[in-house]
């Protein structure tokens, strides 16, 4: 069983940076996507970023130079350094890890989700 646990979430003012982090249990972090996902009140979850097993990063356009995914494999831990944060960043940020045990087997984890607020 995988579990990922976030921390680093957060009261901030608009501007200033927090970073989040998500540590997995299990082995099978090295070979799993991660991506951070948000939600806020009255909208659908959305990717906000996500790296890749072998590195490849996407970002959501609107934390584009902001933020910072990244990913320590010597540590099962999951990045999300977010910077010159705006008061519509505000929202609970879940982690994602995902992978395929195999053909046809698909794995999909979720953190409990940290809440972030960013005040103007």
């Known amino acids: 069983q995988v579990q990922l646990v976030e921390s680093g979430g957060g009261l901030a003012q608009a501007g200033v940076s927090l970073r989040l982090s998500c540590s997995a249990s299990?082995?099978?972090?090295?070979?799993?996507?991660m991506g951070w996902y948000r939600q806020a009140p009255g909208n659908h979850r959305e990717l906000v970023a996500a790296?890749?097993?072998?590195?490849?990063?996407n970002y959501a356009d609107s934390v584009k130079g902001r933020f910072t995914i990244s990913r320590d494999s010597a540590k099962n831990t999951v990045y999300l350094q977010m910077n010159r944060l705006k008061p519509e960043d505000t929202a609970v940020y879940y982690c994602?890890?995902?992978?395929?045990w195999g053909p046809g087997t698909p794995y999909d984890y979720w953190g409990q989700g940290t809440q972030v607020t960013v005040s103007s």
């Open positions: 299990g082995r099978i972090f090295s070979k799993s996507a």
């Open positions: 790296i890749s097993r072998g590195g490849i990063i």
């Open positions: 994602n890890l995902n992978g395929a």
